[in-house]
């Protein structure tokens, strides 16, 4: 379900003075709006943020130790097999690929697990929720992704809630990088790929329609170059 966008000329604006108030870099005037005026937006269907984190959570249980057969064995279990990317394939299954990237991951699933309402909060000035691992599926246990999504009960946000919150990470990823090119000392305890991947998070389940939007992108197809 799709709702009108707010007009994203205030929302920039809001973004702007909030990156202004952490002491930050501001994005230039020139800067791109995320969605245009008379623009609709929604989420991913729930479903869909809850395949995305639990794939997630594999990748990131292979990064710290998790075997590939118990890898595989879950996501067959779980029907989730199709759903995992060609880079996370080979590193799940192989060990091939960036370690340190897949790590990084953490941040982005505590953004999926905000949006489907299972943590309190998204401040970028903090790192996840300390309660994290507890709103994931339970790997160690052998918790089905079934099970678990019973047990989670999801309460998705709002999708303008998601879309101003997506609008402030993305000024926030170009302030954080203009940052720590120039020496500016950062506002919180985590750091420019943090922010970078819970933009990523957001960008992928955050859907604009309007004339100047493409369809939905694949999770390895977000654009982050902006």
Aim: net charge negative; charged share 20%; glycine share 8%.
């Amino acid at each position: 379900m799709t709702v009108p966008a707010p007009d994203p000329r205030p929302v920039r604006l809001a973004s702007v003075e909030e990156v202004r108030r952490l002491g930050l870099p501001v994005p230039p005037p020139q800067f791109p709006l995320v969605w245009e005026p008379g623009d609709e937006v929604g989420l991913r269907s729930t479903g869909e943020i809850e395949a995305r984190t639990a794939v997630l959570q594999v990748v990131l249980a292979r990064c710290f130790g998790m075997a590939p057969e118990d890898a595989m064995s879950w996501l067959l279990g779980s029907r989730l097999v199709e759903l995992v990317t060609p880079p996370e394939w080979q590193y799940v299954m192989g060990g091939h690929g960036d370690h340190r990237s897949f790590v990084l991951h953490y941040d982005a699933v505590f953004a999926l697990t905000w949006l489907l309402g299972l943590t309190k909060h998204l401040d970028p000035l903090t790192p996840p929720d300390e309660r994290l691992m507890d709103a994931l599926p339970d790997l160690s246990t052998g918790e089905t992704f079934t099970a678990w999504r019973s047990r989670t009960l999801a309460a998705p946000r709002d999708a303008v809630e998601a879309a101003v919150l997506l609008d402030l990470y993305y000024c926030l990823d170009w302030a954080y990088l203009e940052a720590e090119r120039t020496g500016v000392p950062l506002p919180g305890e985590i750091d420019a790929n943090a922010i970078g991947q819970r933009r990523w998070a957001l960008e992928w389940a955050v859907v604009f329609h309007g004339p100047y939007h493409d369809p939905p992108p694949g999770w390895e197809e977000v654009d982050l170059s902006t």
